[in-house]
């Protein structure tokens, strides 16, 4: 198959498979792949966020380590970043796949969702947001949301710091965090594009988040997150949404064990992969595979055959 004219997108929950298939899809339409993940954005940050290591990245590879740790980036940025990369391919003759869970990295950068201005640098809300939230804890921050936006409040977890944040951020500007998700379902597409998704039996996925936490101990990832702290970077792998890292922190602080970190992280894990399914649940332009067998090869025909139809 030749180059397609539009962007594939290959979505799903952790573990589900998605990297393995995009990169046989890139294989065979002549394509580049971008990376859609909040978390493999960062340097250093390889093996807890199951990037694709250099040696068996097949096809050109792009939104992989844009920032250090705990830089400020955002669905913003990426939009940017995920759009330039999507033109440059395609001068190039090629065929950009989009592969990723972070569905409001997937959002940003395929559908028509319009950013305030400057809300990335100098912003003096969200500044001061975090300063709040790093000397009186997350909890205390998310208080005073509820006092002032309770509906906002109430869809965002009081450790997602990050979210808050944003909720006070669109609070300044007249609006809210919850009328904006509202509305997130009517927002039009932009970029052209075809939606693939690998949907997994919940408790097939568990055993492979588990299987690949497993490995990820087994496979240096201790020795990240020590690499990590010496170059300085503890409060950007200790965010609430660096899975695995923080717990590793804790444990290499001795307030756990590292059995009990190992534990944490599928637990976290698990929970994150719900939340994924439920995101992309409600795309109605996703056409699903059944991914259950992890056969990547036979997964990767299923959606070239598809994608020759549409």
């Known amino acids: 198959m030749t180059s397609l004219p539009f962007v594939v997108v290959v979505v799903g929950p952790t573990a589900s498979g998605k990297t393995d298939v995009a990169q ?21 940050m390889d ?6 290591p250099d040696g068996e990245r097949l096809v050109p590879h792009h939104g992989f380590d844009l920032v250090d740790p705990g830089e400020p980036y955002s669905a913003a940025l990426f939009q940017e970043y995920a759009r330039s990369c999507f033109a440059k391919i395609q001068e190039r003759g090629n065929t950009p796949v989009l592969c990723g869970g972070t569905g409001f990295y997937v959002r940003a950068a395929i559908d028509d969702y319009r950013f305030p201005e400057g809300e990335q640098v100098g912003n003096a809300i969200r500044d001061k947001c975090n300063e709040f939230a790093r000397v009186n804890g997350p909890q205390a921050l998310w208080d005073l949301l509820n006092e002032r ?12 710091t990050k979210r808050v944040v944003r909720a006070f951020e669109l609070l300044h500007d007249g609006t809210s965090y919850a009328q904006q998700k509202a509305k997130l379902a009517s927002i039009p597409q932009k970029i052209p594009a075809r939606f693939i998704g690998l949907q997994v039996d919940p408790d097939i996925l568990r055993e492979r988040i588990d299987r690949r936490v497993d490995a990820m101990f087994d496979g240096g990832f201790i020795d990240e997150v020590r690499a990590l702290l010496d170059k300085g970077f503890r409060d950007g792998i200790t965010a609430p949404q660096a899975i695995g890292y923080k717990e590793v922190v804790a444990a290499l602080d001795g307030q756990i064990s590292m059995d009990e970190a190992r534990e944490k992280m599928k637990v976290a894990t698990h929970r994150y992969a719900k939340r994924q399914r439920t995101w992309f649940r409600k795309d109605k332009r996703i056409m699903w595979l059944d991914a259950d067998s992890g056969n990547t090869d036979a997964l990767a025909q299923q959606a070239l055959a598809w994608l020759a139809t549409t």
């Open 149 to 160: 936006d309770s509906e906002s409040a109430q869809i965002i977890p009081p450790a997602d």
């Open 24 to 44: 046989t899809i890139a294989l065979q339409v002549s394509g580049e792949v971008v990376s859609a993940d909040s978390m493999q954005i960062y340097r250093g």
């Open 47 to 52: 093996i807890g966020t199951g990037k694709l």
